[in-house]
């Protein structure tokens, strides 16, 4: 396997987050630095044998207050970019990094080139920051070529402490460990030591080589209602009644169950009738949805709910997002939502 990067050229773009922090000496607050402080601090990164040229948004941005707003300009940076450069390494604020990711993969369509978001838990200026092996390692791994010249990697991914993950498989599961990212239902991309081990099997590559599509349009107007014990009907009736909803991610039990409440069936079936999508995923870390299981989870089906399979929150909701985006019609959407588009499901 040849992963020579003599002649990759990477475009690093800075969003914001804590890789790109420094603590404020009067307030001991962290603030956002420059993207010219953080290279110095990182002066590893005038050995790669590789060109990397950066960019940053022009005003930093906490991953909190991302938006599809941040992903078209995200988005627009790639897409104008594209032909000059190899891969793209994009440093983004880890809390919502996955929906990024999931968003991404949507919007870029056709894509043959790596895009890989990366970040931190501690500051890249902190003695103990992972913020150094995360950006070093993105960045050696978006310069990576097959033996056939193509990039080894062609899919939006992120990477963290060790592991490269598809990016619309990986849910945060924690705020302070290193380790802080999974991707429950899908194999690691590559995993990190003293060697980059490539899963080849699990990476897609496009052999049909289509030019890349992007896709700007996202309809926000999309919930997550998450069920639990003691759930009142005055809930669940308010949030699928939200004027100009599009859709719905439901947060069931176990393999897609729900409470079976006369009052719950009548508020989802009444809401499909409307036109509303909502889509059926597992309140569980891994594992899937099947509505034919267990009475309850067909009780849902028959509402009109539909199976959002191995979907993670994140990607169900922006692919839901993505798709009313593009001005699709109610039964498309139902459709598209059953069907992976860029690997965001794994179809038994």
């Known amino acids: 396997m040849k992963t020579n990067t003599d002649t990759a050229s990477i475009l ?4 914001g987050g804590t890789i790109g922090m420094i603590e404020n000496p009067e307030t001991g607050a962290l603030e956002n630095f420059s993207f010219e402080q953080l290279k110095k601090h990182v002066p590893e990164l005038q050995k790669f044998n590789f060109y990397i040229d950066s960019c940053q948004f022009d005003h930093p941005m906490d991953s909190s207050d991302m938006d599809a707003k941040a992903w078209r300009k995200l988005v627009d940076i790639i897409q104008r970019n594209y032909d000059r450069y ?7 604020g880890t ?4 929906f990024t990711a999931s968003a991404l993969s949507f919007m870029l369509h056709g894509l043959s080139k790596p895009v890989i978001l990366t970040g931190s838990q501690l ?3 902190v003695i103990r920051t992972d913020g150094k092996e995360n950006l070093l390692t993105s960045l050696e791994i978006a310069a990576a ?12 991914c992120v990477y963290f402490e060790n592991k490269l993950m598809r990016g619309n498989r990986t849910t945060k599961l924690n705020a302070e460990d290193f380790n802080a990212f999974r991707s429950y239902n899908y194999p690691d991309l590559a995993t990190v030591g003293i060697h980059i081990r490539y899963n080849l099997n699990a990476i897609h590559y496009d052999n049909a080589e289509t030019p890349l599509k992007v896709y700007t349009e996202m309809n926000t107007n999309v919930a997550v209602l998450k069920l639990f014990p003691g759930i009142q009907e005055m809930v669940v009736r308010s949030v699928l009644s939200i004027e100009g909803l599009k859709g719905v991610v439901l947060e069931t039990y176990g393999s897609g169950n729900a409470p079976r409440k006369g009052w719950l069936l009548d508020c989802l079936s009444e809401a499909t009738h ?4 909502i889509v059926n995923v597992t309140q569980c870390k891994s594992g899937m949805v099947d509505m034919d299981r ?28 993505f798709l009313f985006g593009q001005g699709l019609t109610v039964e498309e959407v139902r459709q598209e939502m059953m069907h992976s588009l860029v690997g965001e499901i794994s179809m038994i």
């Not at 190899?86 to 983004?92: A, E, Q, R």
């Not at 809390?95 to 996955?98: G, K, P, Q, S, V």
């Not at 009475?295 to 959002?308: H, I």
């Open 86 to 92: 190899t891969g793209f390494v994009v440093l983004h």
């Open 294 to 321: 267990y009475e309850t989870g067909y009780q849902l089906k028959s509402a009109g709910v539909l199976s959002g399979y191995d979907i993670t929150t994140e990607a169900a909701l922006t692919k839901l997002m």
């Open 145 to 156: 070529h097959r033996s056939d010249g193509k990039p080894m990697v062609q899919e939006v």
């Open 95 to 98: 809390d919502t990094m996955a």
């Open 12 to 15: 690093l773009v800075y969003t």
């Open 274 to 277: 409307r036109g509303v999508v």
């Open 123 to 125: 500051p890249i200026g």
